[in-house]
């Protein structure tokens, strides 16, 4: 296990940069060794900042050096399928952000590069590593609350993206609402078995142009029995606002407390404190455990905690949770086998 | 304004017990002058208790009687068509619990005879005049949220009640999100146009029996553009658990702390309040506060601020909630008008 | 015990008047017959507002009225030696404000008046019947701390009184500290050996015209080897603020919340609930508890939970924090014995 | 700026090891060089681990390599002054464990030694970089409580050390309150002129063998007219607890709120959060956090934020308070001018 994992990152947005600052940086076992992004300069500049030896406007370039072990791969969903398969095909390992791809179709073909090419995939669900999450999965897995029957999930984000970015989210189930499906998946231990999806402009009516909701709900059964519900909504002018609920048979778990600072002013206007104004205030840490447990599985040989399928079932619950709402009706899902 | 209202209380349930007391001792303005129960000396019993005069298990004698100048009917909701149509016809002024009637036809009857009769009617939505609810909806007409455009319930209980309570509850959108849909409307200032409602079975089997849900989901959209989502569970194994959020374009607000001791124990275990443990002990004062606010009313000659209209709108969404429950189907609502 | 407690009282200033009203109102088992004030025309307006059959500007009319049973002292301190000597020598059982007297030796003298007349006598002190108090006090003596071994209190005020109030005040350790003195012995369930008092003006400078403090810290040491520290403060500028801790060997108490309305407000600007203005939205339930377990009591011919050794130890102690921070050393206490 | 700093760290305890993980992987502008420790063994063993190119059992091999530009000294208090000299001569720049050292006459020394060798010193009062007590410092220095006139501070610990290492702690005025001066010091932006300290063993028993207590409560005068209580204490069974509150002419600061993970359990027992346990679980951030400031002042050549004054005046502090407790008087300030 002394052997590090040498890394590439594909995709040099917020969200690559930070993979990449935690692979060069932090990650114990891991070494940045090439970062690569199509924008002019980008590449160098991050690399340059990061102390990276090779940079690249072209992906092939980390793809066929052969003293790379793993990607990190941080594009457009829109070409998620084509890197995975490419990775595969070359061997290396996969870090994949969500969603897996942009169809279900190309997520049974990436299953199918994966298996058929022997490398690990882990998908971007980096909630199921943030430190509450994981005490909360002990606690579920311990008996706290006894078997979990319902989970309740709030994802709510007031920095209203430009309508380029609601134009190729996928739509709010599909950018928010996964997260939630998956956490949901973890914590009931459960499959989903239907999804009845409802949703309304409340406010930002420029997201009807694109046939999207600013406030949405979903409603999920399991084949355990249990049922969740889902929320998702872009209106949350407070700021970054993201609660999960898990109700068992003989207690209940509240995760989320929504606080920034540890600190709290009080004059004669109350009592205050600070909110957590958006998601790098959240989920920094998580985003680095969920790369150090990547790196980690890698160099013990070991299947990532959050795969391929994982991936592709929280693809499959969106996109019918997508079309509930569209139709107005309730969709029937069948078991994704891994 | 200087009169006392005097009233009789029909029905002495816990709940009928509740009002009596408070309506002998603690509403200014009032004066208990008869109780009534069916069930032998009960009525006596309470009547000696409080010190109230008169007492009886026939509610015709508080209607006959013409030195009482309103009642508070907390009878089995079956028979609330008939007391509030006589005690219209009798010029009493009516206090009746949730939920005004059993059916939207005995509804229409019972606001005909109030108006016909000229007397005023209240209905027992007492979170209206819970302390921390009249607080919010003073902060969003101040502004403080913005416009209000969407509105989160919770209504849970683990005290599960015996089958032959399920059996006559009217089903848990009926029995506990009518609170919220009042509560939605009263904060959202605007009315339901549809209405989804899911739910599962997923704990107490036995509810199932009657096709009832132990845990329930309604989605409502408004006139205003705004929507709700209304949870109800018989579920919380932890105790009673009431909360409420508005949002709103400028923010959101949030009520419920289920702490019910103002204390908090530090052990090794970790820091611990206890919490609300059933209704009581939540809305105890709400009770208190809705039926002085009644004979405040009375005592001004004004119409109280929960009427019959709030009440048979409140029914008609519970009734819509239930068919979509049952039919797996949106149901449009067409307006109610006063 | 079917008999009510026909009460008086005496001194009819804000406090005064919540006694009255929760007298006539809300305590069952009283009944208040009288009411006094030197005020011209305020006792006769109380009395009409009540419904209390008599008003008098003497209280000889209420210690000479053989219908009454027991008063409630709300007269100026100055006054309460007098006021409780001839309340026991006419036989009557005594509610009187904290402090007892304003000297030890009137407390002795009262306290030989108690005695001799085979009166009941009970002190001000509410925190002990605020229902958090009465829950912590239960989980101490439930073991669930372990031995109580520190107490720390805090008393905070925002709302500055006048030069004149804070003359008369008797000095912040008497006028504020004295409830947590009383609090520390309750929870400790010991008895203080030294006091060392300290002090500074750190906002309010008129106090030090009366060689006050606007800002006070006492230590405390205990016969069972518990030690405690009490703040007292007039700087509070956002509102009222009481807090108690208690350390014991495995485990710690906190009491106070500081919040006043069950809502939270969330913005931009962050998280906000309001804070407890003043000491009434505080206690006002405490008040009404501490009256209602007097008169308890009483009908049970009981002796009350707080008395007149209660009475004259916490004064014992004000004096000595007030000697202690004037001199700059430690005072050591002798036991007071019942 | 672009130069890295090289640097040494002495004493390779729990927190030494701390230093040199984060000088090591986490610090920008930062490369450890070489780690010392007595223990056979120790430094190779930390070298290997962390991959650090040279390691040594004797601090000289620091002090002479003239490719090492600052040190962070955390080998025992008795050993600083000598440690700090040492480096000063060789024209190292200096982290150093609170307190500076054990006298102020070596405090005294050491300062002329860094003076004269136009070298920087930090000393580690990590909580000034706590990214909460960052926070309240904005907030104060903004405006946003008034002019800050009182300090509470609070640290208790339920980690009961062993009678050797209560030997050479100082005292608990030394060992603990330190921080809890100097964060008085730092809000307040006062000096202290007077010191008064209280104290008892009131729980383990074992510590009076060293004259030494477990509760401590220290009260401060400022020469701004402020004041100031801090507590400690060894009696927290239920974990860490360090909290810290500033009062201001217009309102209050809070810090500290005591929970671990985010996350709440509910059952019938309570609503339960856990507690953070102990100091690194409260202040690991503080720690990586001091040390990129130390780091970030060398490459600008920029005096770090809290410096060799800084320590001798909490070190003062501390001395005079242990004087205080054991002499049962107040202690008079002079000014230290840096």
Not at 270 to 284: E, N, R, V
Request: glycine residues 8%.
């Amino acid at each position: 296990m002394s052997k590090k994992i040498r890394c590439g990152v594909l995709g040099l947005g917020r969200l690559g940069y930070w993979h990449a600052e935690n692979l060069s940086q932090r990650v114990k076992g891991a070494e940045l060794v090439a970062v690569v992004d199509p924008l002019e300069g980008r590449a160098e500049q991050v690399a340059q900042e990061l102390g990276v030896p090779k940079w690249s406007r072209n992906p092939n370039d980390v793809f066929e050096n052969p003293d790379i072990d793993a990607v990190a791969i941080v594009t457009p969903t829109s070409t998620h399928a084509e890197m995975i398969k490419k990775a595969a095909a070359n061997g290396k390992h996969i870090f994949v952000e969500k969603p897996i791809t942009q169809t279900l179709q190309e997520a049974d073909e990436v299953i199918e590069a994966i298996r058929n090419n022997h490398v690990f995939c882990q998908v971007g669900f980096m909630r199921r590593f943030d430190p509450a999450y994981v005490e909360a999965k002990k606690r579920i897995e311990a008996g706290d609350i006894g078997k979990p029957i319902y989970f309740k999930g709030i994802t709510r984000d007031g920095n209203t993206p430009p309508p380029e970015f609601i134009k190729h989210s996928g739509g709010l189930y599909l950018d928010f609402s996964i997260h939630d499906y998956d956490t949901a998946r973890f914590f009931l231990g459960a499959e989903v078995t239907s999804v009845t999806a409802l949703g309304s402009v409340v406010h930002n009516q420029y997201v009807a142009e694109f046939n999207d909701v600013d406030q949405a709900l979903t409603y999920l059964t399991f084949d355990s029995g249990a049922a969740a519900d889902v929320e998702a909504s872009r209106n949350a002018a407070y700021g970054y606002d993201i609660r999960a609920e898990i109700i068992g048979t003989e207690g209940s778990i509240q995760i989320g407390s929504l606080q920034h600072h540890d600190i709290k002013i009080l004059t004669k206007k109350g009592c205050t404190h600070d909110i957590i104004p958006d998601f790098p205030s959240q989920f920094l840490d998580a985003y680095l455990l969920e790369m150090a447990s990547f790196i980690e599985c890698l160099r013990n040989n070991q299947k990532p905690l959050v795969d391929e399928y994982d991936g592709k079932i929280a693809l499959n619950i969106s996109v019918a949770a997508t079309q509930s709402y569209q139709k107005g009706t309730t969709i029937q899902l069948e078991a994704i086998h891994s």
